[in-house]
């Protein structure tokens, strides 16, 4: 009798054990599925015309509130000009990034420069539904997650440095998996977050 019972607490256990090992997988599976339809459907879809709102929050500086209209065509380049601050702009074209930002103007060769190469990769990236490829390629994690309002796309740093992102977390929209907001946690805490409109 204790035989028996020893036994089936045994088998209790190890299908336990079993149905978790199955779930781990399932829930990589779906998350995987989720990141690659998102990058499917944007393969896609053509040159993106829109506004946008930037919100940017830094150590011991007050929250800056920007605002303006972009182009992000798939081919690779974006384009985005201000209209808070008005005649500022910033673009990834090229290898360069190409900026004005409160009147200085600057031209980065993303060949020379890697943290602005990053940068122009990650915001490409993100429009074009591709953050699997800016992941591999940074020594990144990936997750993805479906609610009713988007989905949301993870991607996390898994080591730390000086300069970078920390964290990265877009969101899709459910039907048509176009951006529709993205927050870049950097690792000395500041905080840029897009929106579309």
Known sequence: MLKNRIFVAALIFMA???TLVLSIPCS?????????????????????????????????????????????????????????????????????????NYGVESKFDLSRNKPMKSLGNLL?????GKLQDFASGNSCTIDAEKTA???RITVTATRK????YSKVVVDYDPRTSLLMS??????????TAYKMQ
């Open 16 to 18: 336990g054990i079993f």
């Open 28 to 100: 990589a599976q779906e998350s995987s599925s989720l990141i690659s339809g998102v990058a499917s459907a944007n393969s896609n879809s053509g040159i993106r015309k829109g506004k946008f709102t930037e919100e940017r929050k830094r150590k011991g500086k007050e929250t800056q509130n920007l605002a303006g209209e972009l182009v992000f065509d798939p081919a690779g380049t974006l384009s985005m000009t201000y209209s808070t601050p008005k005649g500022d702009y910033f673009n990834v074209t090229d290898g360069f990034i190409l900026m004005k």
């Open 124 to 128: 490409i990236s993100s429009f074009a």
């Open 149 to 151: 309002k988007s989905i």
């Open 161 to 164: 440095a000086v300069k970078g």
């Open 182 to 191: 993205m927050l870049m946690e950097e690792f000395d805490g500041s905080v």
